[in-house]
T-cell receptor
Framework: GAGVSQSPSNKVTEKGKDVELRCDPI?????LYWYRQSLGQGLEFLIYFQGNSAPDKSGLPSDRFSAERTGGSVSTLTIQRTQQEDSAVYLC?????????????FGQGTRLTVV | AQSVTQPDIHITVSEGASLELRCNYSYGATPYLFWYVQSPGQGLQLLLK??????LVQGIKGFEAEFKRSQSSFNLRKPSVHWSDAAEYFC??????????FGGGTRLMVKP
């Protein structure tokens, strides 16, 4: 596709359930990022994939959060045993070869609501 | 560690008035700086970026930003605001790990 695609656009889940959020980056982009945007907050970095290198997971808030990227393309962010504080918009971005001298292109996000 | 501060959480301006959104950063090396805009229900769109060279950077939609190393600032400006500019604006700095650190954002409202 022409841009970064995220699905679902909205997700309501019960506390304690697991959720999976999907990101399809722009074709050919080797770098993929996940950010979280909580209500009234800025954007919080979660995880960064660059090519075949080990991902930078330094932003994941707890061990309930994990992410993988299959075949260097599609990425899935998984949140286990969701809590109400996990409610946020989860944004995915991709860029060619990382950010240097370029830009990150963002998807429209997945709005997660934990009830 | 790098950080970005946007001191103004909300700003309201009248349509046609000039605009300046403030951004201050803390970063040890030469920063790569970005401004993104997020319209309601939309993802983030890049307005402009600064990597090197001319410290006055032109972007899309009539926006510009000026990098001032002495003040650690990268303020966003527009000479005449349009109602369609109402959105949230984020300043960001790229760190050595090729990741973006964002400020808390400034929500712009435009009065008719």
């Amino acid at each position: 596709g022409a841009g970064v695609s995220q699905s679902p656009s909205n997700k309501v889940t019960e506390k304690g359930k697991d959720v999976e959020l999907r990101c399809d980056p722009i074709s050919g982009h080797t770098a993929l990022y996940w950010y979280r945007q909580s209500l009234g907050q800025g954007l919080e970095f979660l995880i960064y994939f660059q090519g075949n290198s080990a991902p930078d997971k330094s932003g994941l808030p707890s061990d309930r959060f994990s992410a993988e990227r299959t075949g260097g393309s599609v990425s899935t962010l998984t949140i286990q045993r969701t809590q109400q504080e996990d409610s946020a918009v989860y944004l995915c971005a991709s860029s060619p070869l990382g950010l240097l001298n370029t830009e990150a292109f963002f998807g429209q996000g997945t709005r997660l609501t934990v009830v | 560690a790098q950080s970005v501060t946007q001191p103004d959480i909300h700003i309201t301006v009248s349509e046609g008035a000039s605009l300046e959104l403030r951004c201050n950063y803390s970063y040890g090396a030469t920063p790569y700086l970005f401004w993104y805009v997020q319209s309601p229900g939309q993802g983030l769109q890049l307005l402009l970026k600064y990597f090197s060279g001319d410290t006055l950077v032109q972007g899309i939609k009539g926006f510009e930003a000026e990098f001032k190393r002495s003040q650690s600032s990268f303020n966003l400006r527009k000479p005449s605001v349009h109602w369609s500019d109402a959105a949230e604006y984020f300043c960001a700095v790229e760190n050595a790990g090729n990741m973006l650190t964002f400020g808390g954002g400034t929500r712009l409202m435009v009065k008719p």
